[in-house]
């Protein structure tokens, strides 16, 4: 049960688009189309904002797109707008319904 | 609308248990596999346990197991995680979170607000 792994920060200027990147192994992301992931502001509760891979929920801004290739998946926000400055997780199902979270990612604003 | 509702948290001594709740409504409950989701002070999420919507699969992180027992009381629309053994490493805010079948999916769309625990003597 190792965390996926995330880049730590990413950044961007309003306007631009970023993807962040989060890799697991065959065990998890490679073995399932059941990647996720979530948005967390400051003291809030996390949002949902892709699954299966990239499947978003209704209400969710189509700016979000989600993607993956072998053992890693990717989470590619277009457009930056200010509220999309938040720490992002990605999650897959790891087998035997356990799941397993990546570590995070901080998406700050040039 | 759909209400995730945690209770339970608190201040504990290393050693000792304590047992969180979680209130769900607005859906039907005993359609949905649940999970708790931890995330300690300044840290990322943290996948503690999953339970199917009939209770007949309940799995553990491997952090947590033999300690931890989750259950669930579809009659009364509620969620439980029994805490013993407890140390400081399990100090964290608590998520209660809805999977979006009942099954684990790995889609979890609704999150309560989380309760704090915290193991300090």
């Known amino acids: 049960q190792s965390a996926l792994t995330q880049p730590a920060s990413v950044s961007g200027s309003p306007g631009q688009s970023i993807t962040i990147s989060c890799t697991g192994t065959?065990?998890?992301?490679?073995?399932?189309?059941?990647v996720s992931w979530y948005q967390q502001h400051p003291g809030k509760a996390p949002k949902l904002m892709i699954y299966e891979v990239s499947r978003r929920p209704s209400g969710v801004s189509n700016r979000f797109s989600g993607s993956k290739s072998g053992n890693t998946a990717s989470l590619t926000i277009s457009g930056l707008q200010a509220e999309d400055e938040a720490d992002y997780y990605c999650?897959?199902?790891?087998?035997?319904?356990?799941?397993?979270f990546g570590g995070g990612t901080k998406l700050t604003f040039l | 609308e759909v209400q995730l509702v945690e209770s339970g948290g608190g201040l504990v001594q290393p050693g000792r248990s304590l047992r969180l709740s979680c209130a769900a409504s607005?859906?039907?409950?005993?359609?949905?596999?649940m999970h708790w989701v931890r995330q300690a002070p300044g840290k990322g999420l943290e996948w503690v346990s999953g339970?199917?919507?009939?209770?007949?699969?309940?799995v553990y992180a491997d952090s947590v197991k033999g300690r931890f027992t989750m259950s669930r009381d579809n009659a009364r629309n509620s969620l439980f995680l029994q805490m013993n053994s407890l140390r400081a490493e399990d100090t964290a805010l608590y998520f209660c979170?809805?999977?979006?079948?009942?099954?684990?999916?790995?889609?979890?769309?609704?999150w309560g607000q989380g309760t704090l625990v915290t193991v300090s003597s």
């Open positions: 339970i199917s919507w009939n209770s007949g699969t309940i």
């Open positions: 607005g859906f039907t409950f005993d359609d949905y596999a």
């Open positions: 065959s065990s998890d992301v490679g073995s399932y189309n059941l």
């Open positions: 979170a809805k999977d979006n079948g009942g099954i684990t999916v790995a889609s979890l769309d609704y």
């Open positions: 999650c897959s199902y790891a087998g035997s319904s356990t799941l397993v």
